[in-house]
Every structure is written in structure tokens, then in C-alpha cells.
């Protein structure tokens, strides 16, 4: 896509901004893969992203004279606790449906199969770790609690294939050992859609996307500009030398001298199922700032305001590449 940027500053009533202890990373999600078909068709797609809600809504057309099967996937996002102090944002404590996946073929729910699978340095433990009866969700302290039931030489075997590691702490009445799990879960759901000869198919799907958080931005700030994430942040997020301007604008109004504004962070693959019939015919997407003295940034051009919170962008044939990283700076409580 042709690099630009939009940016909606409010000089309205403050939001409200929910606030954590710390910075959550994003993983990055999309919509559904297909298995490659040159007789489908996607006539076309419509998107939705707002931190609380994806929804998508894709027609399909067979242009041919048979009904055609596809596999259907959703992949979720890879999910890996690398150290004990990761900050992970993952909208459920589902230890399978991570993002509360949700999907509709014609109106009607569809009920898909899951596929989940454990990683170590490159190895496959799935089943290792299902014979240990040890859940395979590594971000759920259900999971580390199960991991320190085992005995010791199991305890020792996983920590040895790279599937665990012995985190040492004191709480007050001396050191404690305790394993932590460090391996890769990998979450696919899948289903067969028949695609019926020389008809349309409309399938939706909706999740809660991940969102990474901060408590409150870097931009603004008088020395940011300085530092190698600033030059990654202007480019990913298509961030103007205005929009930074008025950035800089708030926080010099502010009581305290701070950057008023909290981060929400978002990241969608754009090109996860690029394996129909030609180009998308008629591509929208619509993003959800939340809070209309919120501020919004991504690249994209053709860009509009269809409300006081949202702003469309339309594609006629398109292909798309790359991914769609959106950043939300919510107006802090009382700034």
C-alpha cells in the first residue's frame, strides 16, 4: 500500500484510559488461509478492527460448474513465554480458544476442529506433554502449577529438552525452585467448506484481537526521537512530524510535563489467504479508534472519516501484502 498516515486529534472532553503496571506485546493475527483453488473467487471483503472486536466478512463466488471443497484454517497466534517477566496479551483465559474465535458460513455457526501443537528447540513434545497430562497453554499458571506436580526426573527431562525452565525467587521464607514453562504452542481451527457450483458463500468470522498496551507513550517525549525504536514506530505506524507535533503539544500542556496519552497496539496479516481466483474485487476495511478524543494512526491512502470514532479505507482488485499495524493513543483520565 501506498505509505501515508491519519491522524484524528479531538480537542473535546478527556477519555477514559485503562491503565496497566506495565507494557503488553501484540501478536500479530488475520483472517482465514485457504487452501489454493483457482475456481473460487472472492468477490468481496470486509474488515473490521477495533482493540475490543476483528470481524470479517468474506463473499465468495464459484465460478464453476461443480461444487468445490476447501480447507478452511484459522491459525492463532503463535504463543511462546520466553522470560518470567513477558507481558503477553491474550484477550482469554480460554487454554485453547485463545482469542474466542467465533465463524458463520450463510448466516449459520460453524463448528471446526483444532489443532495444537508443543515446540522445543525445534522438536515436536505434543505428546509428551498430553502423556504428562500437563495442559499445553505455556501462559497459564495452571500449566506451571501442573509442571511442579511431576516427579523429578520428569521435572529434570523437561527442562532438558528446552520445554521448561527452573525459575529461582524468594517470597519471604527463602529461596524457592520452581519450573516454568518455555515452550511454543502453535493453535490452528479448521474446517472443509464446500463451495457450491456457480453460487456466492458468505463467511464471517469474529475474535478478540491481542493487544499490546502501554501505560503511557514514548512519543512526545523530548528525547524519544533519539532512540532506534522511534524511527521503527514512525515507520510501522506511518506517523506524520505533525501528529508528533501535536504529541508534543499535549504533553507540554499537561500538569505533570507528561505525554498524556496511553498506547493500544494492534497487528493484522493482511495476506493470509491469498489463494483464491484473482484479486479481492471489492476490499473495505474499518478502523475503531474506540474514543473520539482518541488519537489513530496507520498507513494506508484513500483514507475517510465515516464517524466520529471510525475511518474507512476501499480497494477495488486488490492484493493485498504485508500486514495492517494500527496505533490507538487513548487520552489519560483526567489530562
Known amino acids: 500500500m501506498k505509505t501515508a498516515s491519519i491522524v484524528f486529534l479531538a480537542a473535546a472532553l478527556a477519555g477514559t484510559a485503562s491503565l496497566a503496571n506495565d507494557t503488553s506485546a501484540e501478536l500479530t493475527t488475520g483472517g482465514l488461509v485457504f487452501t489454493r483453488n483457482d475456481d473460487v473467487e472472492m468477490r468481496a471483503e470486509g474488515l473490521f478492527i477495533a482493540a475490543k472486536e476483528i470481524r470479517v466478512r468474506y463473499r465468495f463466488f464459484n465460478k464453476s460448474e ?100 527452573v525459575e529461582e525467587f524468594d517470597q519471604g521464607r527463602g529461596p524457592v525452585k520452581e519450573l516454568a514453562a ?96 484473482g484479486p479481492i474485487g471489492d476490499f473495505r476495511v474499518v478502523i475503531d479508534k474506540g474514543e473520539a478524543n482518541a488519537l489513530v494512526s496507520f498507513c494506508g491512502d484513500g483514507i475517510k472519516k465515516i464517524g466520529p470514532t471510525k475511518f474507512e479505507m476501499r480497494k477495488t482488485n486488490f492484493t493485498p501484502d504485508g500486514n495492517l499495524s494500527v496505533l490507538i493513543l487513548k487520552r489519560l483520565r483526567g489530562q
Open 66 to 165: 461443480r461444487d468445490v471443497t476447501v480447507h478452511v484454517a484459522f491459525p492463532m497466534p503463535d504463543v511462546t513465554v520466553e522470560h518470567v517477566n513477558q507481558i503477553m496479551s491474550l484477550p482469554t483465559g480460554d487454554p485453547v480458544n485463545l482469542l474466542g474465535f467465533v465463524t458463520h458460513v450463510d448466516g449459520k455457526p460453524v463448528t471446526t476442529q483444532v489443532e495444537q501443537k508443543v515446540a522445543a528447540k525445534g522438536a515436536d513434545h505434543t505428546a509428551l506433554l498430553r502423556d504428562l497430562g500437563v495442559p499445553l497453554a505455556p501462559h497459564l499458571e495452571s500449566t506451571n502449577e501442573a509442571l511442579n506436580r511431576l516427579p523429578a526426573g520428569k521435572r529434570d527431562e523437561l527442562v532438558k529438552l528446552g520445554l521448561a525452565e
Open 182 to 277: 518455555r515452550w511454543d504452542l502453535k493453535t490452528t481451527f479448521y474446517w472443509e467448506q464446500v463451495f457450491p457450483a456457480g453460487k456466492e458463500l458468505v463467511i464471517e468470522h469474529r475474535y478478540k484481537p491481542s493487544v499490546g498496551e502501554s501505560v503511557m507513550t514514548a512519543l512526545g517525549m523530548s528525547s524519544e526521537s533519539k532512540e532506534p525504536w522511534h524511527a521503527d514506530y514512525i515507520r510501522k505506524y506511518c506517523i506524520e512530524p505533525t501528529t508528533l507535533a501535536a504529541i508534543k503539544r499535549a504533553r507540554r500542556a499537561a500538569p505533570d510535563g507528561n505525554t498524556p496519552y496511553s498506547e493500544e497496539r494492534i497487528d493484522y496479516i493482511l495476506k493470509t489467504g491469498a489463494n483464491w481466483s
